[in-house]
């Protein structure tokens, strides 16, 4: 009973390098998010996906790009990592977006 | 656009010390308003999804309200374990995603 799970947890990485974060979950969700978490400014969503096969942008996607590679994952990539995109970064999955979220444990990235 | 705001920011209880926190909404049509509680460095929790004013739900010392504009989480005789940041969220009725707030964190002296 894995639930949502992210990697990696922590990360650091030098202003322009790229990197992907990687989620998967087990609950045969349909629907999966990407949010990121600052210090006063809650939880804000970059991207998600209703559902297999479909993408689209939430509140903050710029810097940012996704991939529904199956039901069970869904990953964010940085092309060009900015000292901005510093956060934390939490990965959730939904039936149909009707109900509650499960979250994943998030990456703590540092971009320096 | 959706938008939510929690209040206080922060809350600091001595165990025992009953308090709600405070989340006022804007919504075009709400299909749920969601609370979620977090623990340092780890993901939110879901709590209470609240569908429709005048509801309430409850969870051992959590109790939950919702009216047309704001939901209130109180939390009764609270001890030092029901530290954590609670958050609340909206979905539109139209829409798959939540708006959260910022939170209020709680913090229980024993």
């Known amino acids: 009973n894995a639930g949502v799970t992210q990697t990696p947890k922590f990360q650091v990485l030098k202003t322009g390098q790229s990197m992907t974060l990687q989620c998967a979950q087990d609950m045969n969700h349909n629907s999966m998010y990407w949010y990121r978490q600052d210090p006063g400014m809650g939880l804000r969503l970059i991207y998600y996906?209703?559902?297999?096969?479909?993408?689209d942008k939430g509140e903050v996607p710029n810097g940012y790009n996704v991939s529904r590679l199956n039901k069970r994952e869904f990953s964010l990539r940085l092309e060009s990592a900015a000292p901005s995109q510093t956060s934390v970064y939490f990965c959730?999955?939904?039936?149909?977006?009707?109900?509650?979220?499960?979250f994943g444990s998030g990456t703590r990235l540092t971009v320096v | 656009e959706d938008q939510v705001t929690q209040s206080p920011e922060a809350l600091r209880l001595q165990e025992g010390e009953s308090s709600s926190l405070n989340c006022s909404y804007t919504v075009s049509g709400l299909r749920g308003l969601f609370w979620y509680r977090q623990d340092p460095g780890k993901g939110p929790e879901f709590l209470f999804t609240l569908y429709s004013a005048g509801e309430e739900k409850e969870k051992e010392r959590l109790k939950a309200t919702l009216t047309k504009k704001e939901s209130f989480l109180h939390i009764t005789a609270p001890k030092p374990e029901d530290s954590a940041t609670y958050l609340c969220a909206v979905q539109a009725s139209n829409d798959y995603k939540l708006s959260f707030g910022a939170g209020t964190t709680v913090t229980v002296r024993a």
């Open positions: 996906s209703a559902s297999e096969g479909t993408t």
């Open positions: 959730a999955s939904s039936v149909r977006g009707e109900y509650g979220y499960t």
